[in-house]
């Protein structure tokens, strides 16, 4: 173990931009690392596969903040969602959001998210280069994720707006205030969107998540707004680092892409080797121990914050044969990039038919398709959990 962490290491731009020789060096001196992550919250980072994944499914670990016994903002750590509640509440709530976002209503979605791929990619067939990121990347999973709700298409523009306020990094007072803004009148749209699918429910997600019942138990608005908040922040970021980051990192592998571009069948394996090879989520959401723990011979104790790192958990030569080559044909990817347990991402499903048909209709429609620079990339940690390019400018 080594001396505390300063928080810093998490939210660095140089950690941002290549955190696995830095990871590599602490699992070399253990598992387990204190590190000041909130600052001034005793808390433990952990960078291997074994403990990390072992860590993701304890129950002696919870989610909820208060726990820790300081006080935090409630929304940064996504107080009231699925990712920040305990059993019983969250296994009422992913129940009930369950039976709405089912992977046969995933599933109905392929051929319109073909559709929309194919648009995105048509409207910038005719240019040399292209930034994927701003012209493909991210507005593909927030036009599946209005459509999927069931956001009129006359809103769709406010949508994305906010949606794009909501989801952008903090950086001053100002920009904190027009979130909060954003927010109110983000909740405001969608508190009428329930009313008006309780009266005249349609075929979309708010349509099944409003009449969602278990027992006598519905889903309150506010459960509401926080499944859809959940879904926008944890589901549409994520997807559009999933294609960035997937995308940068075949055209960094031109073997790797040679050989997905001859073997189109590998492609479900290319995605989920994607995933953990430059995961878009690089570190899990919070863990809070309820009583003193030992993980890998470092007593946590009661009250302290403990930090997964799925990156760190990605490159871990004990769990991956060679984890720093990108291998499309790897046998039993036993990656985390959608986490283990009960708080296993249920929007793995989206994310991996988006990637599918994002990565693999690219590819298919530009065979020529490269990097349109030979400097590093920018890349952005998100409140040091999701980590992806601002940018990837690409030769089409």
């Not at 969602?81 to 969250?90: A, E």
């Not at 708080?343 to 599918?356: D, F, I, S």
Request: charged share 25%; aromatic share 6%; proline share 7%.
């Amino acid at each position: 173990m080594t001396e505390r962490l300063p928080a810093a290491f998490l939210l660095g731009s140089d950690f941002a931009a290549d955190p696995y020789a830095q990871y590599a060096a602490l699992r070399e001196a253990g598992a387990v690392h204190p590190i000041d992550f909130p600052p001034g919250v005793p808390a433990f980072l952990i960078v291997d596969h074994e403990h990390g994944r072992a860590a993701l499914n304890d129950p002696r670990l919870s989610k909820n903040p208060d726990h820790s016994g300081v006080r935090v903002p409630y929304e940064a750590f996504f107080g009231g969602t699925l990712l920040g509640v305990d059993p019983p509440d969250h296994t009422r709530l992913r129940g009930l959001v369950a039976k709405a976002f089912t992977p046969r209503r995933i599933e109905a979605l392929r051929p319109r998210i073909q559709e929309v791929a194919d648009g995105l990619l048509d409207d910038v067939a005719g240019r040399e280069e292209v930034d994927l990121i701003t012209a493909f990347a991210f507005p593909l999973p927030i036009i599946v994720i209005c459509e999927l709700l069931g956001v009129p298409a006359g809103d769709r523009a406010d949508f994305r707006a906010w949606t794009a306020t909501l989801t952008a990094l903090d950086l001053s007072a100002e920009q904190r205030e027009r979130r909060r803004d954003t927010a109110r009148a983000f909740n405001a749209y969608l508190r009428e969107i329930f009313a008006e699918r309780r009266e005249t429910p349609g075929d979309d997600l708010i349509s099944a998540l409003v009449a969602a019942r278990d027992g006598d138990s519905l889903l309150t608005d506010a459960e509401l707004l926080n499944a859809i908040l959940l879904l926008l922040i944890a589901g549409h970021e994520t997807t559009v680092n999933l294609i960035g980051n997937g995308v940068h990192a075949l055209l960094r592998a031109p073997a790797q892409l040679r050989l997905l571009r001859e073997r189109p069948d590998l492609l479900p394996a290319a995605i989920e080797e994607l995933l953990r090879f430059d995961s878009p989520v690089e570190r899990a959401s919070q863990r809070i121990a309820v009583q003193d723990v030992e993980i890998a011979g470092t007593v946590i104790p009661r009250g302290s914050w403990v930090h997964v790192s799925l990156g760190a958990a990605h490159r871990d030569p004990r769990a991956f044969h060679e984890p720093d080559a990108l291998d499309i044909t790897r046998p039993d990817n036993r990656h985390l990039a959608f986490g283990h347990g009960i708080h296993y991402c249920l929007g793995a499903p989206l994310a991996r038919v988006e990637g599918q048909i994002a990565i693999g209709t690219l590819l298919t429609r530009f065979p020529t398709l490269r990097l349109a620079t030979d400097h590093d990339l920018p890349w952005t940690q998100t409140g040091s959990i999701v980590r992806g390019l601002t940018t990837l400018p690409v030769h089409l």
